[in-house]
Nanobody, 114 residues
Framework: QVQLVESGGGLVQPGGSLTLSCAAS????????MSWYRQAPGKARELVAT????????NYAASVKGRFTISRDNAKNTMYLQMNNLKPEDTAVYCC???????WGQGTQVTVSS
């Protein structure tokens, strides 16, 4: 069955960096568009970034553009989110999703605080 497992979250100070990973299994990872979403307490879920199946084209939310980089390694069935210059407003649970199949990972908590 389809499984998406996120990792790499944690507590980081403002201005710091984290890299999230999403390990995928149960489907042909290399043929699907993948996305990162986040949800902060009391707020609606937000699309953070999307990457095409071959990895060459990515789109970002305005709030993270220039600070976050989405990438994927199709040989490892893994997607990444490199997050730099983190801000307190980036605090959220981050989840990966294979959009066309509608499957979500369980999420990883990112907390940006001094």
């Amino acid at each position: 069955q389809v499984q998406l497992v996120e990792s790499g979250g944690g507590l980081v100070q403002p201005g710091g960096s984290l890299t999230l990973s999403c390990a995928a299994s149960g489907f042909t990872f290399s043929t699907y568009v993948m996305s990162w979403y986040r949800q902060a307490p009391g707020k609606a879920r937000e699309l953070v970034a999307t990457i095409r199946s071959a990895g060459g084209v990515a789109n970002y939310a305005a709030s993270v553009k220039g600070r976050f980089t989405i990438s994927r390694d199709n040989a490892k069935n893994t997607m990444y989110l490199q997050m730099n210059n983190l801000k307190p407003e980036d605090t959220a649970v981050y989840c990966c999703k294979v959009d066309a199949l509608g499957y979500w990972g369980q999420g990883t908590q990112v907390t940006v605080s001094s």
